[in-house]
């Protein structure tokens, strides 16, 4: 039956004349011109009843229908604002959330982010869902304890609570041919970013990016998305499953192998590639001095020994730690301007100068992961542009951290050989699958 409520009889009354008028004029347009002798006009009188169901649409209006409506949070965005695109005129919701521990984290809204809420037709909110906290992708739970503040209307009043975050799992695959850049051929493929950052950390030194790509080179990538249960926001980029990357005739390949516990990525034979130590702790950045025991100083104007290597990069480009350690010094040094020490095993140690500033939680002593970011780029202390001066010292002394020979992880044994195969067999046949697309593509 039809929701839309019925019009008043006067109306109806107005349409009928109106309709039966132009139906007599369009007969007489028609009729043939000839004489009649025309009928005494005559009044008639009838009184029509109103029918039951209009008596009770207009007298007894319905309960009030509620709709769902999902906004993206905007950059900016007050609690106001969003109700307001929401359709919401709610004062008592607004008072809710200010007042109760639970409701009032909807105060801090993550530019976006969705939230769907349950708005009946007075604009008084029944129901409403924000998630809060961010997805943790390395977890394999289902979900997570909590990071998701549901609001519902019961009775005169409302109750928040915390609810955990339901995650969905899914394998994406994708191919991506070089003809300028890694990052080009990622976003021509259609291929999220972090993808990219992932690669270039799980092939650092084996592949040089800035010199070793060429035209033509070919990635396959099988990745992990992961999204929050019936949500619009956007899915996070899980990690890398696997990937084979041709790269100037060489191929290269990773899968993930969780050892129990721990997992890291080894080439399809079984070799680990996990480095003890990153050769670059700057994503993506260009080498725009080397190490060198003999260069003309930019701002001094003699020639000194560079006992490091600047990355250029960006002001505010993540720096991160390139192997597992503990802060030895954060703070200034001269013409190091911020820097931070980090002491590794084995008498080895790194440094990372001309900081902009230094993450949250590196003091001295703390410790630090590989790949932890511990800073970002910057052009303080001698430094004529934004570039991080990176250190790599054994038993004090600097080595070139490009060329040092550093020890692999521990390689499988034979009892996890076994659980390797049967891991990693259906990641390898599904790169093999885009094998075949990449050739039909070609043949068409």
Known sequence: MSQFPLPSFPKVATAVAAT????????????????????????????????????????APGPLQPYVRSERIQRGETLASLLDRLGATDSEFQKFVAGDIRARKLMQLQAGRTVTAEVDEAGRVQALQYRYAGIDTESVEASQ????????????????????????????????????????????????????????????????FNRDLRRGDTLRVVYEVVREADSLDPPTIGRILAL??????????????????????????????????????????????????????????????HKGVDFAAP????????????????????????????????????????????????????????????????????????????EFKVDGDQVDPLSVVLPAAAPLDESERERFAAQTSGLRTRLAQLDGVVRLARFE
């Open 244 to 305: 084979e990357f041709s790269v100037n005739r060489a191929r290269h390949e990773a899968v993930w192998f969780d050892r129990g516990g721990e997992g890291e990525y080894f080439s399809f034979d079984g070799r680990s590639l996990r480095k003890a130590f990153l050769q670059h702790p700057v994503e993506f950045s260009r080498i725009s001095s080397g190490f060198s025991n003999a260069r003309m100083h930019p701002i001094l104007k003699y020639t000194r020994e």
């Open 315 to 390: 002001i505010g480009t993540k720096v991160r730690s390139s192997g597992d350690g503990i802060v030895e010094f954060a703070g200034q040094q001269r013409g190091y301007g911020n820097v931070i020490e980090i002491r590794h095993r084995n008498g080895i140690s790194t440094l990372y100068a001309h900081l902009n500033g230094f993450a949250s939680g590196v003091v001295q002593g703390a410790k630090v992961a590989q790949g932890e970011v511990i800073g970002y780029v910057g052009t303080t202390g001698w430094s004529t542009g934004p570039h991080l001066h990176y």
């Open 145 to 208: 304890p909590s990071g998701r503040v549901t609001i519902h209307r019961e009775g005169s009043g409302f109750v928040a609570r915390d609810e955990p975050i339901v995650l969905e799992r899914q394998v994406a695959m994708g191919i991506a041919e070089i003809r300028t850049s890694l990052f080009a051929a990622i976003d021509a493929a259609g291929i999220p970013d972090p993808v990219a950052s992932q690669i270039a950390d799980i092939l650092d030194g084996e592949v040089d």
């Open 20 to 59: 039966l008028t132009l139906a007599a004029v369009t007969a007489f347009g028609t009729a043939p011109l000839r004489e009649v002798e025309l009928p005494p006009v005559q009044t008639i009188v009838e009184s029509v009843a109103i029918a039951a169901a209009v008596q009770s649409t207009e007298s």
